[in-house]
């Protein structure tokens, strides 16, 4: 049997970076240290696809995500955001989720692959969903088969995530191993003589910062939809809240250690510690020696220059591309049809591979 349906599909699976995320607002310096520093890193080694979640948004109550005005304002500003920390929208792809509809139509054959049992296990849809998990949305609970599509419609093979992301990647390994197994005859018989189909997508948690806690609670991850502004850095704040964030940021009455094993049992101090690390390129140890044994207040100091150093440009540069909504919208529509064309290859030889009848 020749290879229908496979079209320029090739066996061998092609290094490609695959990350989203979502256009919730409030994006903070968690996102940057956890996943779009390495998205900007990636892009000098591989093909990368950038995604702005918007289908993955609305998962939550509308209260959460704002309402239709709010979720079009916090697409262009997620993307504002990528151009401004450094991601080249020519060289890679960058688009919003929904504009490419094979990920819908992958999730889909998805949900039949994926078990109710697996999903049962997800934490974070328990964090979500709170007490009354009767009322959560069948979409919040779907979430990790949507983003198991987002990577694998690409048949991408790496995929820079903060560590709260973990366990969804986990499952995507899992859903991409039992459509290989479910389908393992079909896949053969359309060429895939190894029986692979989709790879098992890598996760990479990389880097000093890869889960920043609150500037409040140093237990708490950083997170979008804290209550409390001051638990975050936000990418579009402006120097002087930058500065007081910091300055009121909870530690503990006992001076800086001088040696890393000293931040073990002090969540607040390490997480300021290591944003600094994550920030400068300098190593705790490296940190500790310089600040160990001063006040918190020295070290804060340095630390509220450097964060401004740092974001400040990525914050201008943002405000001025959300004044262009022409332009970024034409980034996402380009880049919805170049990946709209991968897509569309993969989906292809997908429904031949499950029996889907269709005209070619
Ligand atoms: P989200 O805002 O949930 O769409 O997350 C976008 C990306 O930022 C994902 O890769 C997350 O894992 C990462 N991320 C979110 N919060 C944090 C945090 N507090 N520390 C590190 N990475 C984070
Ligand atoms: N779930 C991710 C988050 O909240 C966002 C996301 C959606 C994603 N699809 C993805 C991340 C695919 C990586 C790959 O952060």
Known sequence: MGRPGTGKLTMAFVERVFSGVQ?????????????????????????????????????????????P?????????????????????????????????????????????????????????????????????VGLYDYPVLMAADILVYRATHVPVGEDQKQHLELSRDIAQ?????????????????????PQ?????????????SLRDGTKKMSKSDASDNSRINLTDDADTIAQKIRKAKTDPEPLPSEEKGLETRPEADNLVGIY??????????????????QFSAFKNSLVELCVT????IASEMKRLVADPGYVDQVLFD???????????????????VGFVSKR
């Not at 919730?24 to 900007?40: E, P, Q």
């Not at 991601?87 to 999730?107: G, R, T, Y």
């Not at 393992?184 to 190894?194: L, P, T």
């Open 310 to 313: 740092k974001l400040s440009p």
């Open 201 to 213: 997508p890598e996760p990479l948690i990389t880097g000093p910062a890869t889960r920043v806690m």
């Open 178 to 198: 039992k459509f290989n197994n479910d389908f393992a005859e079909s896949i053969r018989g359309h060429g895939f003589d190894d029986g692979l189909f989709f």
């Open 23 to 67: 256009p919730t607002g409030n994006l903070h310096l968690g996102n940057y240290l956890g996943a779009i520093v390495n998205f900007v890193k990636l892009q000098e080694t591989h093909n990368c696809l950038y995604c702005v979640v918007d289908m993955h948004a609305i998962t939550q109550p509308v209260e959460v995500w704002g309402g």
């Open 69 to 137: 005005a709010e979720l079009a304002r916090n697409t262009r500003e997620v993307t504002a955001a990528f151009i401004a920390a450094g991601i080249d929208p020519k060289k890679h792809i960058v688009f919003n989720q929904s504009q490419v509809l094979e990920h819908a139509e992958l999730a889909w054959i998805f949900n039949c692959v994926a078990r109710i049992g697996w999903l049962n296990r997800m934490t974070q849809f328990k964090d979500k969903a709170g007490k009354d998990r009767e009322a959560a949305s």
């Open 335 to 353: 880049g919805a049809a170049r990946a709209r064309v991968i897509a569309a290859e993969t989906m292809q030889a997908t429904r031949d591979i």
């Open 277 to 294: 690390a994550a920030l400068s390129g300098r190593t705790k140890a490296d940190l500790l020696g310089e600040f160990g044994g001063g």
